[in-house]
C-alpha cells in the first residue's frame, strides 16, 4: 500500500479519481537524494503497484527543482558512499519503476539531475516545465552514470547522443529534450501539474487492464536492457567512487569551488 506513514521524504496525496502524486519533498536541497530518500525510492513504485485505491502515480518535486541527483553534502546519510546496498538499491530503483504495471508519470517542475533525470525519464509519460533542465552529471562528481541513465536515455535518443551527455555532462532545456525525445510534452509551468493530472485522470478513467496491457510489454523489452547494462553500469560506478576525481569533485562540491581533475 501508498501509504504517507512509510515515507519522510515524499509526500503522498492520493487522491479520489485514483491518481496518487508523490512529492519529493527536500525543497531546501533542490530535492537532492539523501540515504533515506534513496532508500524511499526503492518501493515507490511497487507500493503504488500494490495499492488498489492507486490507478496512476504521478511523481514531482516540491519547491523549483524535480530532483538534483544525489546529496554531496558530505553526510553520513548520503547515498553517494558506494556500499554494496547502495548499488542494491540502486537496482531496485530500476527494476520495481519499470515492473511498475500501473500508468507512472513525471511532472518535471525544474531540475532533474542524475538520478533525478534517470527517475524522471524511466516514467511512462514525461510533462516538463518550461523551467525544466535534465542533465546525467554524475561525470562531473568523478563518478560513472550507472544508476540507469545509461539505460534509458540511448533508448530515448540514440546512442551516440547519449554517450555525449554521459560524457560531457552536459545540460538539456526542456524545449532541447523535447526535440532530443526525451521528453513528451513540455508546458507552461503554471499549467505543469494541471497537464500532468489531466493526463493521470484520463489514464485513471480508463480501461485499467488494457492500459497495463499496452505498457508492461514496452517496459519488459527495456528491462531486458537493463538487466544487460545496469549490473555492469553500477559496478562501474561503483569503482569509480572510490577514485581520487569522486573525492577531488565531492570536496569541491562542499568547498563551492571548480573541482581540479587528475584523470585518476
Known amino acids: 500500500m501508498l501509504d504517507q506513514n512509510n515515507f519522510e521524504t515524499i509526500l503522498i496525496d492520493k487522491r479520489e479519481d485514483g491518481v496518487a502524486v508523490a512529492?519529493?519533498?527536500?525543497?531546501?536541497?533542490?530535492?537532492?537524494?539523501?540515504?533515506?530518500?534513496?532508500?524511499?525510492?526503492?518501493?515507490?513504485?511497487?507500493?503504488?503497484?500494490?495499492?488498489?485505491?492507486?490507478k496512476?502515480?504521478?511523481?514531482?518535486?516540491?519547491?523549483?527543482?524535480?530532483?538534483?541527483?544525489?546529496?554531496?553534502?558530505?553526510?553520513?546519510s548520503s547515498p553517494v558512499t558506494g556500499t554494496g546496498a547502495t548499488m542494491q538499491e540502486a537496482r531496485?530503483?530500476?527494476?520495481?519503476?519499470?515492473?511498475?504495471?500501473?500508468?507512472?508519470?513525471?511532472a518535471v517542475n525544474g531540475y532533474a539531475m542524475g538520478l533525478g533525470a534517470t527517475v524522471a525519464l524511466l516514467a511512462d509519460i514525461v510533462v516538463a516545465s518550461d523551467r525544466a533542465v535534465f542533465a546525467d552529471t554524475h561525470v562531473r562528481m568523478g563518478i560513472g552514470a550507472g544508476d540507469?541513465?545509461?539505460?534509458?536515455?540511448?533508448?530515448?535518443?540514440?546512442?551516440?547522443?547519449?554517450?555525449?551527455?554521459?560524457?560531457?555532462?552536459?545540460?538539456l532545456t526542456a524545449a532541447e529534450a523535447e526535440k532530443l525525445g526525451l521528453v513528451n510534452f513540455v508546458v507552461e509551468h503554471?499549467?505543469?501539474?494541471?497537464?500532468?493530472?489531466?493526463?493521470?485522470?484520463?489514464?485513471?478513467?480508463?480501461?485499467s487492464r488494457a492500459i497495463s496491457a499496452s505498457k508492461?510489454?514496452?517496459?519488459?523489452?527495456?528491462?531486458?536492457?537493463?538487466?544487460?547494462?545496469l549490473p555492469l553500469s553500477l559496478s562501474l560506478e561503483e569503482?569509480?567512487?572510490?577514485?581520487?576525481?569522486?573525492?577531488?569533485a565531492g570536496a569541491a562540491f562542499r568547498e563551492k569551488r571548480n573541482a581540479d581533475f587528475k584523470g585518476r
Open 239 to 248: 569503482a569509480t567512487m572510490a577514485s581520487e576525481d569522486a573525492r577531488e
Open 23 to 54: 512529492t519529493l519533498n527536500r525543497p531546501e536541497k533542490l530535492n537532492a537524494v539523501d540515504g533515506r530518500m534513496h532508500h524511499e525510492f526503492t518501493h515507490l513504485s511497487s507500493d503504488a503497484d500494490a495499492d488498489p485505491e492507486v
Open 216 to 229: 508492461v510489454p514496452i517496459n519488459k523489452y527495456i528491462k531486458m536492457v537493463s538487466n544487460l547494462v
Open 92 to 106: 531496485q530503483i530500476v527494476d520495481n519503476l519499470l515492473d511498475c504495471s500501473k500508468p507512472v508519470i513525471s
Open 190 to 207: 503554471d499549467q505543469l501539474m494541471d497537464r500532468a493530472l489531466s493526463i493521470g485522470g484520463e489514464l485513471a478513467r480508463g480501461p
Open 148 to 171: 540507469g541513465g545509461q539505460v534509458i536515455w540511448p533508448l530515448l535518443m540514440g546512442v551516440n547522443r547519449a554517450k555525449y551527455f554521459m560524457m560531457t555532462g552536459e545540460r
Open 56 to 76: 496512476v502515480l504521478v511523481i514531482t518535486g516540491a519547491g523549483r527543482a524535480f530532483c538534483a541527483g544525489g546529496d554531496f553534502g558530505g553526510t553520513s
